[in-house]
């Protein structure tokens, strides 16, 4: 298909995100595909005292968190990671240098842990990077954000709030926990339906069995376009997207089309129709002919 024009699709997201359950005694990820999807991805990590024991932060969690990593292979897509305890350390800004993200993988197995589960600070963290790529793109960009922890939280009340927050920009949160954490908590912090956005077990060694529901469930991936040739003053008046995670939006009015066309011009544009988990259609802009890529 010709670079004369690119199609972009912009999203709000709630992804979906159900348990599954493993019986492998590994660290090792079963083997799974890979996403190339181009969006930002946020790790909040719990580093208090507790995963200490057994060494559970260093042997299942970082694990955990390395697995899912490497599934996403577009050169675009973003990933931070930030722990907290008593107070919230963030080890990598959003970037999408693998350099960077594998060096900082590396790192987190050696970080200190601390007391206390206070995860507010972090979601403050998390909220400042959004918050600037909406000065910068001037829209939500699509974000996933995914709460690792096996404690109550200290600051539940406060936490909420800041979830909030973290909605209001773009970011579905899903929670994982682990040991002694609290589901009702998590499923608090987490997009509704919680049945959907959380998932726990009380078995360290299988978040294991997690990665492969992570990876179909938040992967939003363009493949193609449809027909990639129309003059948009003829019919059809619809060009009909294919790839992956298009229905996770539970709010469709804020899902758009964006069209960049002749490499200078660019239209937004709603959808059209009902949005499959695998296609979507959306309405033309209303001048201007070329190819979409």
């Not at 959003?94 to 197995?109: F, V, Y």
């Not at 995914?146 to 773009?170: H, M, Q, S, Y």
Request: hydrophobic share 40%; glycine share 6%.
């Amino acid at each position: 298909m010709s670079s004369a024009a690119a199609t972009i699709l912009w999203f709000v997201l709630v992804m979906v995100l159900v348990p599954l359950q493993s019986s492998q005694q590994t660290n090792e990820a079963p083997p799974v595909g890979t996403c190339n999807g181009a969006f930002d991805f946020y790790f909040i990590i719990d580093s208090s005292t507790s995963v200490a024991r057994e060494q559970v932060f260093q042997k299942q969690i970082i694990p955990l968190v390395k697995n899912i990593t490497m599934l996403f292979v577009n050169p675009l897509w973003k990933v931070s990671y930030t722990t907290f305890s008593h107070d919230a350390v963030v080890h990598l800004n959003l970037t999408a240098n693998r350099n960077k993200i594998n060096q900082t993988l590396d790192q987190l197995k050696s970080i200190q842990t601390h007391p206390g589960t206070f995860l507010a600070p972090a979601l403050n963290e998390v909220h400042k990077q959004l918050f600037r790529n909406l000065q910068a793109l001037g829209v939500p960009r699509a974000s996933v954000i995914l709460v690792i922890t096996d404690g109550k939280l200290n600051d539940f009340n406060e936490t909420i709030g800041r979830a909030d927050r973290l909605r209001k920009l773009g970011g579905a949160i899903y929670t994982i926990g682990v040991g002694k954490a609290s589901t009702y908590q998590l499923s608090m912090v987490a997009n509704r339906p919680s049945s959907q956005h959380v998932f726990f077990t009380s078995n360290p060694s299988l978040l294991v069995g997690f990665v492969s529901e992570v990876l179909r469930h938040t992967c939003i991936e363009l493949i193609g376009v449809s027909p990639d040739h129309v003059c948009i003053e003829q019919a059809p008046n619809t060009v009909k997207l294919t790839g992956k995670g298009f229905n996770s939006a539970t709010n469709n009015s804020a899902i758009f089309c964006r069209f960049k066309i002749n490499s200078s011009s660019i239209y937004d544009t709603k959808t059209h129709g009902r949005i499959e988990y695998d296609s979507v259609n959306c309405l033309l802009p209303t001048s201007s002919c070329g190819k979409r890529k």
